[in-house]
């Protein structure tokens, strides 16, 4: 079964710093991946995708992810965090074909930005 | 182009109440998803419907039920509600073929 682990509940950077939030997935395939961005009391916004092709992926805000197939990991990086980037980021997949319209989220990293 | 919608935003129940949810794609979507968010179990999938019909349904009891219209409109409604159905309700819709969902903002339900 398709998994989603994201290992840090919440994570505290310095405005300026560099960010990573580790995904580590569980799939007998090539999954799709996705990041989302969710602030509170708000939906989840879609920050990149990974279907095939370049491993490195660029999404909106400045963020990036690379997939690792040996690894089983799609981690998020920001070289340089804005206040306004404090929120909470889900990783997800996404099975070919056989989930329809279904994807299987991690619990969420909750991202603190000081100033 | 507009995106996902979902009314209403808010809504405050009693237990044994029944509520429905409404939730529009966006324009040309056919495909809409449900999911249900909590504090406790995080992100679970609800069910997906594609062209009026149910394609695929999570592990939740026959209290929780949906439809789709022909115009790709969806509705969730779940019945006899328990305080533990207090959560946020997402919908989110994708093209044929896409498996990119995009989300609407959420109704936020509470179970009194």
């Known amino acids: 079964a398709q998994s989603v682990t994201q290992p840090d509940i919440h994570i505290t950077v310095s405005e300026g710093a560099s960010l990573e939030l580790r995904c580590n997935y569980s799939y007998g395939a090539t999954p799709y991946l996705f990041w989302y961005v969710q602030s509170p009391g708000q939906g989840l916004q879609l920050l990149l995708k990974?279907?095939?092709?370049?491993?490195l992926v660029q999404g909106i805000k400045g963020f990036e992810a690379e997939f690792k197939r040996s690894q089983s990991s799609f981690n998020l990086r920001k070289p340089s965090v804005h206040w306004s980037d404090a929120a909470e980021y889900f990783c997800a997949v996404g099975a070919r074909g056989s989930t329809l319209g279904r994807l299987y989220f991690g619990r969420g990293t909750q991202l603190t930005v000081w100033p | 182009k507009a995106g996902v919608t979902q009314t209403p935003r808010y809504l405050i129940k009693t237990r044994g109440q029944q509520v429905t949810l409404s939730c529009s794609p966006i324009?040309?979507?056919?495909?809409v998803s449900w999911y249900q968010q909590t504090p406790g179990q995080g992100l679970q999938f609800l069910f997906e419907?594609?062209?009026?019909?149910?394609?695929n349904k999570g592990n939740f009891p026959g209290r929780f039920s949906g439809r789709q219209f022909s115009n790709s409109r969806s509705e969730m409604n779940v019945s006899t509600l328990e305080l533990g159905d207090s959560a946020l309700y997402l919908c989110?819709?994708?093209?044929?073929?896409?498996?990119?969902?995009?989300f609407g903002p959420g109704t936020r339900l509470l179970v009194l």
């Open positions: 324009s040309g979507h056919r495909s």
């Open positions: 419907y594609f062209s009026e019909t149910q394609r």
């Open positions: 990974y279907f095939s092709g370049d491993t």
């Open positions: 989110a819709s994708s093209l044929q073929g896409d498996e990119t969902q995009y």
